[in-house]
């Protein structure tokens, strides 16, 4: 992904020490735990990959317990704004603590054999382990078999047989309801009776099945928990409020089932748990922002007037306007330096349910609503690219509802707005209504349409959408598609098309992005070879993971004579061309000097022997004063730059 001003987002890794209530939280082992405990000590990295659901996180939190040192030093790596992986990777010697367990979730981003034993290496540097989560799609490769494991979730009987035992457990403690009754007390006898009776239940059997993660069926055992004394013949109808417990929750969250309007919910309130909801996982300060702003757009349509909403705008105490029964047990901790100071759901899948039926439960809201999101994504300052990219992934998942009515009110607008920010928003959106609202094909077909228009804001609007997810579902069709884009004249000063091709090299497709590279730069199209230039610059400072400080663009040289040739012709265009030659030259500067060091002799005789090759006329006296007055002054003892010099004459 690249920023909303055109430049590659910068990888900013922060390390979030789990809570106590996380790493002590129950777990249920699952076939091949115990490979996967011998993969981690062996190798320091291990990948686990599984739908969403079946408790990978759980599995990867308990097979790190069982390696760090000391048990519980276990913390989350996360970016911000780019791809996490590749943050671990470019700074795993700042972060990486020694006997320290870390968990890395790649979501459904590539991750390459190359990158995975690169990450071994720099684990077992440091002393420390790492845990890898994603899809099936993220370790395609079956080069990945000495790291990655597939996730088989745990027997659910056994999960809802062992939250329910401990739940019980606390429960006897502070139980006093049998010696109020005038019977026996809560006691170890009965509440096995009741987990033996509900276990063996054919009904809740059956209901397990149904039941869409395993997060889901531990909430089960707290209903069941919660119900100890309920008299048998209530147990079907506590099963079935279970079943659909997210939406009663977002519905009593919501204050739609009150029977009086003073047992209803404050309409800040209502407005403050939406933004909660849709910001879960994000920083607090990103959740009083959005619930403000969305608290001074929707008020007015409860009736409340300008003068009475700045009462509701001082008031930010976490613990009124978010219920307990809303929030993760993780989020009562007050520890500034945990994720306790994130908006965290009891259930990630709470946002949608709350999403869903806040869309159509007030339908006079709907516009608003997208008024609110609107405006959060077009704000600016530090962290905004967080708050920008939710606010564009919720506008998607609103298409997974009506895709027609929320693209003509929004991501149209959007795309063919003047606003680079806002092109890339409905990139975003619509590549979240192909991942999680099931309109992928649909999605494919919107951006062709923008592809062909003939407004260039469209099109540089679907230039951006290939470089998501959208993208790589048909890598060929889509490097095609940016050829025809990069011929466009209306594109001609827009980097979309370049920053898209460079996201589709760094995803792992290297060799299709090569040749297409080749082809623009000898195409003879007036802006093709252009875009290949602004490609190659947006490569310039990456390096492939697995080779740190070596550029990729170097390496794929040295690995074969036309990656060379063509590194040649881009570097001489770029140096050559008005509105790249200054980033060109300091780039091409940042190279030399990193040949230096031992065992990148390889490199050093590559940039020697291309030297003579780029700096061609009419470069030679430039390239000489670069060399000799800027260069050689930052770096006096550089020895590839001297024999560069010499290769030069």
């Not at 209903?223 to 929750?249: N, Q, T, Y």
């Not at 895709?403 to 991501?411: C, G, I, N, P």
């Not at 260039?456 to 060929?476: C, E, K, M, N």
């Not at 030679?620 to 930052?634: G, K």
Request: glycine fraction near 8%.
């Amino acid at each position: 992904m690249y920023s909303g001003d055109g430049s590659p987002s910068a990888a900013r890794l922060h390390v979030v020490p789990f809570t106590d209530a996380v790493v002590t939280a129950i777990h249920v082992k699952v076939p091949g735990q115990d490979e996967m405990e011998a993969g981690l000590r062996r190798h320091h990295v291990i990948a686990i990959y599984g739908d969403e659901g079946t408790g990978r996180r759980s599995t990867a939190m308990a097979v790190l317990m069982q390696c760090s040192r000391p048990r519980y030093a276990l913390s989350a790596l996360y970016c911000e704004d780019t791809d996490v992986v590749r943050g671990v990777c470019e700074q795993a010697g700042q972060v990486l603590e020694k006997g320290h367990g870390y968990l890395v979730e790649a979501g459904a981003r590539p991750v390459t054999p190359e990158t995975l034993e690169r990450l071994a290496q720099l684990a077992a540097r440091a002393g420390s382990y790492l845990v890898i989560t994603g899809t099936q799609s993220c370790f395609p490769d079956e080069a990945h078999h000495a790291h990655a494991f597939e996730h088989r979730g745990p027997d659910p009987a056994k999960v809802l047989e062992d939250h329910l035992r401990a739940l019980l457990a606390r429960h006897r403690h502070r139980c006093r309801q049998g010696e109020e009754d005038g019977g026996h007390p809560c006691d170890t006898n009965s509440t096995e009776a009741f987990v033996t009776r509900v276990t063996g239940d054919p009904q809740l059997n059956s209901t397990l099945g149904l039941a869409r993660s395993v997060t889901g069926v531990v909430q089960l055992a707290r209903v069941l928990a919660d119900h100890v004394h309920a008299p048998d013949e209530e147990l079907g109808d506590i099963i079935g409020r279970w079943r659909d417990w997210l939406r009663l929750l977002a519905r009593e969250m919501l204050g739609l089932d009150a029977r009086r309007d003073e047992d209803a919910p404050d309409p800040h309130h209502q407005a403050f748990r939406i933004a909660y909801a849709l910001f879960n996982g994000h920083p607090l300060s990103d959740v009083v922002e959005a619930g403000d702003l969305l608290s001074r757009i929707i008020l007015p349509h409860f009736g409340v007037s300008g003068a009475d909403l700045a009462p509701h705008m001082a008031e930010q105490n976490i613990n009124r306007l978010v219920p307990p029964q809303m929030r993760s047990p993780e989020a009562a901790g007050t520890d500034a330096r945990t994720s306790a100071r994130e908006a965290l759901l009891v259930h990630e899948q709470l946002l949608h349910s709350m999403l869903e039926t806040t869309w159509d439960a007030y339908g006079r809201l709907r516009i608003p609503l997208l008024a609110w999101l609107d405006l959060l994504v077009g704000g600016r300052g530090p962290g905004r690219v967080r708050i920008r990219v939710r606010a564009a992934q919720v506008v998607g998942l609103l298409m997974g509802y009506e895709f027609d009515f929320v693209y003509r009110e929004r991501v149209g607008p959007w795309a063919r707005s003047e606003s680079g920010v806002r092109r890339l928003s409905a990139a975003l959106a619509l590549e979240m209504a192909a991942v999680e609202g099931g309109a992928a094909d649909r999605v494919a077909r919107q951006v062709q349409d923008w592809a062909r228009s003939p407004g260039a804001a469209l099109q540089d609007s679907a230039a951006r959408a290939y470089g998501t997810s959208i993208g790589l579902r048909d890598v060929p069709a889509t490097l095609t598609a940016l050829g025809r884009l990069g011929r466009k004249p209306g594109l001609v000063a827009s980097s979309s098309v370049a920053y898209s091709t460079a996201w589709l090299f760094l995803a792992g497709r290297v060799d299709e992005v090569m040749a297409e590279l080749d082809r623009w730069v000898t195409s003879g199209d007036e802006y093709l070879p252009r875009h290949a230039v602004r490609t190659m610059l947006a490569l310039a400072r990456y390096t492939l993971i697995d080779r740190p400080s070596r550029p990729a663009l170097a390496e794929l040289a040295l690995d074969h004579a036309k990656n060379a040739d063509l590194l040649v012709a881009l570097w001489n265009l770029a140096l050559t061309t008005r509105g790249t030659s200054t980033r060109a030259w300091n780039d091409l500067g940042r190279w030399l000097p990193d040949a230096d060091g031992a065992g990148n002799e390889d490199l050093a005789a590559l940039y020697e022997a291309l030297a003579p090759r780029i700096f061609t006329d009419p470069l030679p006296e430039r390239a000489r004063f670069q060399l000799n007055q800027v260069w050689r002054l930052r770096h006096p003892d550089s020895p590839t730059l001297h024999r560069v010099l010499k290769a030069l004459g």
